[in-house]
């Protein structure tokens, strides 16, 4: 049924003397057989007439014969042109019918004719601040606030607006003055502080949060995204305090506790985390959520049998959860239980998300139970049906790289690249192939390609990096490149090739700290030691550098470069 328009608003402006007559006066008199309209006709009086046209609209509305009730609507206001109420009542019968740009032109010709309408502004700014059109709403409700700076909910509207038309200052602005107008405004400090976190404002979030938490303890909401934001900056024990408080006040909230796991996961004390995941289960045996982190930690902390164990009562449960059948197979091939991993892999539909996944998966275990060509032949079947995803292309490109056919590898990462040309494993793995058939020159124009799909992949900067010291080209990039890579990733081998293209520049001492900073992470690289020699002897300190070579050839004998070098040092004196 139609919702029932209300009169209340319209009869404010019927005289007492026509509300009589629409008693009395329009009923047809017997036997007269003109019938209403006819009668309605001879009446002069307009307003009784748009009382009229008014009750057939309300009647027509209620049957449901909106365009009917339309027209009589709008006869009303013909009559009355200068009602606003009735005008209102059009807008309002637009928006129950669901055509709101109707409804908003109405509003829009009652502020042409009375400007000031406090009314038509609100409705106007609610209505673009609903269907997604801030910048509109915000004339309107700052027209309001020039005739009543206190109303509180239109000054929320009217930040949010502004936040939400990229204004987010003059949003931060107004959410101020609401609450310099009213301090306790539970709304606009919420809004606020959620104001604060979208901009980075992190520490003023957090005191907004923090004072809405003293004066609203029972806010969960609250709680809950203060303690995000912490979790979210690494701030464990801050995160800790705000769950386990508002979990003593409502120790049923189970989103609490999820959190609470979450962050005890993040300081790595599993079995604190077990407990609160497990006290879930125990409150909601049927809290699929919190089994399936169960099993995750034990899958951390390989004990596979406990969480081969979850994933199984989990299946048992619900057998269509693929991603649960996934981390079982996961599970049972880390226990190199191969042959039910395969099953578990196996019964991943084609259609899932995770099918390449589970193909990949196999294929591992293929190769490792000794069956290279049935992985071979699993991938290259996959390639034979649509959408399949680049790590299938990386699988069987690595597959052909191990059996040692490079030019294979290149095909199918070729391949690959012809359906995701930006794809980073992929364009990564081709340079490497390119390098170990000597071609450095595609292999540095490939990398630079695998950097500006991913900027930040820092095996890509630091492989250019080491090519260009060796080249002894570009250095000055090649040592950006390296501290960016040693800033984004700083491993052993590439604090190493931070060193060695300082090396390459003159910068010896620079070079000496890096390389053995490499050392202390990569003791056993007889090349990390060989290049901490040349740069002790670009240091005129011979004796440590014959010691740096002397480590070198220990860890590999066949290394001839330092065989050469220590050959070229002569005997110690």
């Not at 606003?84 to 740009?101: H, S, V």
């Not at 508002?246 to 079995?271: C, I, N, Q, T, W």
């Not at 010691?547 to 330092?562: C, F, H, M, R, T």
Request: proline share 5%; with cysteine.
């Amino acid at each position: 049924m139609p919702r029932r328009l209300s009169m209340r608003s319209v009869s404010c402006w019927i005289p007492a003397s026509c509300l009589l007559l629409a008693l009395t006066g329009c009923i047809a008199p017997s036997g007269s057989g003109s019938g209403d309209a006819a009668y309605v006709s001879r009446v002069d009086d307009p307003q009784a007439k748009a009382l009229y046209h008014y009750g057939r609209f309300r009647l027509l509305f209620d049957e449901g014969k909106n365009e009917e009730a339309e027209a009589a609507l709008r006869e009303a206001i013909g009559f009355d042109p200068e009602n606003e109420e009735l005008r209102f009542e059009l807008a309002e019968f637009y928006i129950e019918i669901d055509q709101i740009k109707q409804a908003v032109r109405v509003v829009e010709d009652i502020l042409i004719r009375n400007p000031d309408s406090a009314k038509a502004h609100l409705r106007l700014g609610n209505a673009y601040f609903n269907s997604r059109q801030p910048e509109r709403s915000i004339p309107h409700f700052r027209k309001l606030l020039e005739r009543d700076p206190n109303q509180e909910q239109i000054r929320l509207h009217l930040a949010i607006a502004l936040a939400r038309s990229g204004e987010a200052g003059q949003a931060i602005e107004e959410l101020k003055d609401l609450l310099r107008r009213a301090p306790d405004s539970q709304p606009g400090r919420l809004a606020l502080a959620r104001l604060y976190r979208e901009t980075k404002l992190d520490a003023l979030a957090i005191e907004e949060y923090r004072t809405l938490i003293q004066r609203h303890p029972d806010l969960t909401q609250v709680s809950l995204e203060l303690g995000l934001l912490y979790e979210e900056r690494r701030q464990w024990n801050d995160a800790l305090s705000v769950f386990r408080a508002a979990l003593a006040r409502d120790p049923l909230e189970f989103s609490l506790r999820h959190h609470l796991a979450r962050v005890y996961v993040g300081m790595k004390r599993y079995a604190d985390a077990l407990s609160e995941l497990q006290t879930i289960v125990e409150l909601n045996p049927e809290d699929l959520d919190a089994r399936r982190k169960i099993g995750l930690i034990y899958l951390e902390q390989e004990k596979w049998d406990k969480s081969i164990a979850v994933f199984r009562e989990m299946l048992a449960m619900q057998p269509d959860l693929e991603p649960v059948r996934y981390y079982l197979g996961t599970a049972l091939e880390r226990k190199d239980d191969w042959a039910a991993a395969l099953e578990a892999f196996r019964q991943i539909a084609p259609d899932s998300p995770l099918y390449d996944d589970a193909v990949a998966h196999m294929s591992y275990i293929y190769v490792q139970t000794g069956r290279s060509a049935d992985a071979v032949a699993l991938l290259e079947e996959r390639l034979r049906k649509p959408d399949a995803r680049p790590q299938i292309y990386y699988y069987l490109a690595v597959l052909h790289l191990g059996g040692g056919d490079k030019h294979k590898a290149l095909a199918v990462l070729d391949q690959g690249l012809a359906s995701y040309p930006d794809d980073p494993d992929l364009l990564y793995e081709k340079a490497l192939i390119l390098e170990r058939l000597g071609d450095s020159a595609k292999a540095r124009e490939t990398m630079r390609l695998v950097i500006a799909a991913e900027p930040d992949h820092a095996e890509a900067l630091n492989f250019l990096a080491y090519a260009m010291a060796e080249e002894k080209i570009d250095l000055p990039e090649a040592a950006a490149m390296a501290e960016r890579a040693v800033a984004l990733k700083p491993a052993g081998h590439i604090l190493d090739t931070l060193g060695w293209v300082y090396y390459r520049l003159g910068r010896f001492e620079e070079a000496r700290k890096a390389i053995e900073e490499a050392i202390r992470l990569l003791p056993d690289d007889d090349i990390i030691h060989e290049h901490l020699g040349d740069v002790l002897m670009a240091l005129g300190k011979q004796g440590p550098a014959r010691g740096a070579y002397q480590k070198a050839l220990e860890l590999n004998p066949d290394n001839q470069s330092v065989r050469d070098k220590l050959q070229r040092l002569g005997r110690p004196e």
